[in-house]
């Protein structure tokens, strides 16, 4: 759990910095990548290897293949995000938080197109996104 809540306000953090300057540093991944790194190797000391922890590198790798195939329409600091979380918080719990994101980010967009605030070729931060998709699906969690 601890794990979690690291890796939690390391999003927190990262979410902040995406909004004020629309971009993530390289530095800030690599603490990023580390401290997924030593999750993923404490998590198969501790349960051995599973490929579940492998498997949930996955869809990080997806979407930062997507942002080299749509030349960074999606950042590939959201891919490596979504990859750093993947072995920190499961699978499951990353594609349920980065659907949740998705669909809040699409809300958001639409609202700020319906009353002319965007335009189609305006970006908006995601990670703030995906910070407010893992802090519901782990506040539900923890309420059920």
Do not use: W
């Not at 579940?52 to 997507?66: D, E, H, N, R």
């Not at 719990?93 to 639409?110: P, Y």
């Amino acid at each position: 759990m601890i794990f979690i809540i690291g890796m939690y306000l390391y999003l927190l953090i990262a979410s902040y910095i995406d909004i004020k300057e629309k971009r993530i540093s390289i530095k800030y991944l690599i603490v990023g990548a580390i401290l997924s790194f030593i999750c993923l190797v404490l998590n198969m000391y501790i349960y051995g290897i599973d490929l579940y922890y492998l498997f949930a590198l996955v869809p990080g790798l997806i979407l930062i293949g997507l942002s080299y195939i749509t030349h960074e329409k999606i950042g590939y600091a959201d891919g490596c995000m979504i990859l750093f979380l993947g072995p920190v918080i499961g699978t499951d719990m990353l594609i349920l938080s980065a659907t949740v994101a998705i669909v809040i980010a699409g809300i958001f967009s639409g609202i700020l197109f319906v009353f002319k605030k965007a335009t189609k070729d305006m970006t908006i931060p995601f990670l703030p996104f995906l910070s407010i998709g893992v802090g519901g699906i782990y506040a539900s969690a923890l309420l059920l």
